[in-house]
T-cell receptor, first 110, second 115 residues
Framework: GIQVEQSPPDLILQEGANSTLRCNFS?????LQWFHQNPWGQLINLFY???GTKQNGRLSATTVATERYSLLYISSSQTTDSGVYFC????????????FGKGTKLSVKP | DSGVTQTPKHLITATGQRVTLRCSPR?????VYWYQQSLDQGLQFLIQ???????AKGNILERFSAQQFPDLHSELNLSSLELGDSALYFC??????????????FGPGTRLTVL
């Protein structure tokens, strides 16, 4: 089945710093989603981005489907950005459930 | 707030017991997905229903079952509980029958602790 790899696994930042999180996937996909799991466990939708670039405030995402990767950019990070960031894709030939990467754990220090 | 609701938020029970988790999808969504998040297995897909019918199955144990009712809410039943079933259970919903082309929105989760 499709493999989803995220890097780095852990990231510690000072408040105000910028970061780039990467998601590689092993097969072509029809869609890709980025989520933020906050310290209380909630999974929050960030982007639905099968291809191209989207921006939402300090966050932006780019998916290059032909090269099988997606990037999540966080600018001017805040302590509330802490948590785990997941990317997820539906497996090719599947019915649309999402396959999740193992996540990037981000800690933003004040 | 994603619009997907799950109850209860927390559940503590003993081994061998049975519990029911409930999910209401976003208004207008016909698909409901159940996922399990455990420390060792990460986020894993369990089962999907679309408009009352089972549509896809993932790594769901035989001790687990689910259904989607005419009002589109769904229930996940977990029986003969074991310590290893302790996890965060998420429900997600989407508009169409296939998550291939539809964004999935997740509920707040039910944290199950089996003692």
């Amino acid at each position: 089945g499709i493999q989803v790899e995220q890097s780095p696994p852990d990231l510690i930042l000072q408040e105000g710093a910028n970061s780039t999180l990467r998601c590689n996937f092993s097969d072509s996909v029809n869609n890709l989603q980025w989520f933020h799991q906050n310290p209380w466990g909630q999974l929050i939708n960030l982007f639905y981005i099968p291809s191209g670039t989207k921006q939402n405030g300090r966050l932006s995402a780019t998916t290059v489907a032909t090269e099988r990767y997606s990037l999540l950019y966080i600018s001017s990070s805040q302590t509330t950005d802490s948590g785990v960031y997941f990317c997820a894709v539906p497996p090719r030939g599947g019915l649309g459930n999402l396959i999740f990467g193992k996540g990037t754990k981000l800690s933003v220090k004040p | 707030d994603s619009g997907v609701t799950q109850t209860p938020k927390h559940l503590i029970t003993a081994t061998g017991q049975r519990v029911t988790l409930r999910c209401s999808p976003r208004s207008g969504d016909l698909s409901v997905y159940w996922y399990q998040q455990s420390l060792d297995q990460g986020l894993q897909f369990l089962i999907q229903y679309y408009n009352g019918e089972e549509r896809a199955k993932g790594n769901i144990l035989e001790r687990f079952s689910a259904q989607q009712f005419p009002d589109l809410h769904s229930e996940l039943n977990l029986s003969s509980l074991e310590l290893g079933d302790s996890a965060l259970y998420f429900c997600a919903s989407s508009v169409g029958p296939s998550g291939l082309y539809n964004e999935q929105f997740f509920g707040p989760g039910t944290r199950l602790t089996v003692l």
